[in-house]
């Protein structure tokens, strides 16, 4: 058995918009700060070399918590995928409005997992 060496570098690329087809006149889908949230890449996930876009939807409250999420689009790799549902419904984020006033809505993350 061989002990095989290499670097990994790590990039996440986190995109946040609103759930098509929920934004109407008025509502601004919640949001929040990459920089501020940590998602850990799989232990197994970097061995395997494994890599995609996680596609999720997260319902925020109106205090910035995460009281429901779905996955959307998987990225091929149910290890990817758990951790980054799990890493990112731990974030706080900034919490949605209707009207002008902080209200619960619907926010879509696009999570792409990638080593160079």
Do not use: R
């Amino acid at each position: 058995m061989s002990n095989k060496k290499f670097a990994i570098s790590l990039f996440a690329a986190l995109f946040v918009s609103g759930v098509a087809g929920s934004a109407i006149a008025g509502e601004v889908s919640a949001s929040f700060d990459p920089s501020k949230c940590k998602v850990d890449y799989p232990k197994a996930s970097l061995m395997n070399e494994e890599q995609g876009v996680t596609s999720m939807s997260f319902l925020v409250n109106a205090d910035g918590s995460v009281s429901d999420s779905k996955l959307e689009k998987s990225s091929g790799f149910k290890g990817l995928d758990k951790a980054a549902m799990k890493g990112l419904a731990a974030c706080k984020f900034k919490p949605g409005s209707k009207d002008g006033a902080p209200a619960q809505t619907w926010a879509k993350v696009d999570y792409a997992w990638k080593l160079d």
